[in-house]
């Protein structure tokens, strides 16, 4: 069997999806600031939420709608969170729901809400209402893009992505949109996404793929360690690709049709690290010979270590700081003696200590580079954890003290 994935930069029609946009006045500056996505009735649906206790009002409906009908709806805004807004929230979010069930003829519980944006403030669910015969009237197979645009806060660039499979003829896409740029650490992280495929996959089948590549892309990113109230990600499977036969783990399609999946995911996450608030550089850590628990909990915590980042920002090779962040993870036995590192394939830690051929200027020169990889090796394991993340520069700090300004 051979097979080849072709990547497109423009997003690709997913036969069984429909998309639209509009604006309704949500943000404070104008442009569009609510989607609307149409799933055909046979499409199987699945998505998963953010672990935060203090969860948004879209987020509560969400979970109880999708665990109850198949969507047929999927309803975006950006501009407010409508998080931290109790009982009035989860009203305003059904408001919206309800009246765009009795527009499509279909039951409030075939929609599923989904906003971001300021935490702590009242949505106005009215203005929302307003522009729903406009988002039904305008829907179209080929708007990814604008609904991608439709749901940015602080992102300085929409992210989507789209893969074509081929498989001895046979062909098979997926698309995704994502949004996400500051508030992202594992657990989901600040980000909203959706992904489709016209593979045929059943509802079970889908909802593990889509844990297993979450946990692979959206929960391997950091870009300042805080997990948001709102997170959710969506992936649907139309079942109009190829012949229209159902994939299952014993079917020849099923490695590279998930590996596709897995790509698309993996690409949004990384969109969503190198547009990372205030983001000059974009930081592939690998941690090497340790458990993998131990792995990724070395990886976080130097992901999240405020003085790595910052001196990431600043191309400055001062790798104490990278020994002192592995020092403190939360790991059960390490020892320094069996710590190596390296920037890109320039080792300058073996065994905790410098080696005598390390050269400042030669760190300095590629931590002046665009994308680095940090690779750490603790010499205590078979496994290996993967994390992408970024440095933290002075707009960081401008872009979140003006954000609501």
């Known amino acids: 069997m051979k097979f080849e994935f072709v990547e497109f930069d423009k997003p690709l029609i997913i036969e069984g999806v429909r998309m639209s946009a509009a604006s309704a006045g949500i943000r404070s500056r104008s442009r569009n600031d609510v989607a609307l996505v149409e799933l055909s009735p046979t499409v199987q649906t699945v998505a998963v939420f953010t672990q935060n206790k203090f969860c948004a009002a879209p987020v509560i409906i969400a979970r109880e709608n ?39 003829g279909c039951s409030p519980e075939q929609v599923l809400p989904f906003s971001t944006g300021v935490i702590g403030e009242r949505l106005d669910y009215e203005k929302i209402v307003k522009v729903l015969p406009e988002l039904i009237e305008s829907l179209a197979p080929d708007k990814w893009d604008e609904a991608a645009k439709a749901i940015m806060t602080t992102d300085l660039v929409a992210k989507y992505f789209s893969l074509e499979l081929n498989i001895d003829g046979e062909r098979y896409h997926v698309s995704g949109i994502a949004k996400g740029s500051g508030m992202i650490h594992p657990n989901m992280a600040t980000m909203l996404a959706f992904i489709a495929t016209d593979a045929n996959i059943n509802q079970t089948h889908l909802q593990s793929i889509l844990e297993d590549c979450v946990n692979r892309s959206f929960n391997r990113i950091s870009v300042d360690g805080d997990t948001s109230t709102n997170d959710a990600c969506v992936l649907s499977a139309t079942g109009i690709a190829a012949n229209g036969a159902q994939l299952t783990p014993s079917h020849p399609h099923w490695p590279p049709v998930v590996q596709a999946i897995s790509k698309v995911f993996e690409s949004l996450a ?21 458990c993998e628990e131990d792995s990724l909990a070395i990886a976080t915590t130097v992901a999240q270590s405020p003085l790595v980042k910052t001196a990431l920002f600043a191309s400055d090779p001062n790798w104490g700081r990278i020994l002192a962040a592995i020092g ?38 590629i931590m002046a580079q665009a994308e680095i990889r940090l690779r750490i090796s603790v010499g205590r394991g078979e496994a290996a954890a993967r994390l992408w993340t970024c440095d933290l520069s002075y707009d960081y700090v401008r872009i979140n003290a003006e954000y609501r300004s």
């Not at 047929?72 to 765009?100: C, H, K, M, P, Y």
């Not at 547009?275 to 090497?288: L, S």
């Not at 059960?332 to 051929?357: A, C, R």
């Open 270 to 290: 990384k969109a969503i690290v190198k547009d990372g608030e205030g983001a000059t550089k974009f930081v592939e850590i690998v941690v090497e010979s340790a």
């Open 328 to 365: 403190r993870a939360p790991v059960t036995e390490m020892s320094v003696h069996d710590v190596s590192f390296w920037l890109n394939d320039y080792q300058i830690v073996k065994n905790g200590e410098p080696l005598e051929t390390y050269e400042e200027a030669r760190a300095a020169e």
């Open 66 to 104: 999708i665990a109850s009908a198949s969507p047929q709806f999927l309803v975006f805004n950006s501009g407010n969170a409508n998080a931290g807004t109790g009982t009035v929230g989860i009203a305003d979010a059904r408001n919206v729901i309800g009246e765009l069930a009795k527009l499509k």
